[in-house]
């Protein structure tokens, strides 16, 4: 559940990105570390080991405005998509407010992104949560490719009680910060009664939600002046290649992982 520190009025909303391996959850992170100004976002952190290359999550905190009083930071994790990391995802899991399952709309890979569906929902019940009581947005990314899984299939199978989901395209941007809005529309409501004890009228949004927005808006004026324009623009990061600030934090275990996500949330939340 989300991080609350009293003295210094900062909470953490915790995110997951879910999905089979190279769906696209680094992906999104990436574009919303390049689109962000520094300011407003920290650093990745990956957790590694000195056996596995494979980063257990990344973790990027995003200063997203208000509740009430209490500033609020998203972090923003990914798990591992290989099957045989069920214990480091198990991990991150674990207190999430929020949960994205990025799913790879290659038709080869429908088994695949059904199989991490399935994953999350054992994960989830191990820990005495009900998926159908967590905030929860889809994401079918990769629709720039060919050969797809109809959107009407994927709600059929993964979302057959019609929850948020977004179209997209992470490696160019599409959909990425309306990926983010969907879930923080979701988890804001829920963390702001859980922790201040405040129900709010759906349409009395907060500071932190209208920041979401203003992200959004941004991008998309930015798309709507250059199509006016008939500029050919690139809406994707400068280059998906670029070097990125990472902190890398060596673990022994996988399950040092939850210890280590505790102490970076309590880190962020007591900075002023």
Known sequence: MAFVNHTTNNLAVK??????????KTTNLRYIYFKLDASSRGDLVCLETDTERTFFFDLLPIKAGLIGDFKVHFQLLTVPGQVFYEASRKSVLKGSDGIIFVADSQIPLLDANLESFDGLRRNLLEQDVDLNQIPLVFQYNKRDLEQLIPVETFNNLLNPRRLPYVESSALNGWGVFETLREIAK????????????????????????????????REAQRRREAKDAKVDVEFGPPDMAAPIKVTKVKIRHPDEIEKEIERLAREFTSKK
């Open 186 to 217: 979701l988890t804001i409501p829920v963390v702001r009664e859980r922790v201040l004890g405040d129900k709010r009228k759906p349409d009395q949004k907060e500071v932190a939600e209208k920041r979401m927005d203003e992200y959004i808006e």
């Open 15 to 24: 995110v997951v990105y879910y999905g089979p391996g190279l769906s696209g």
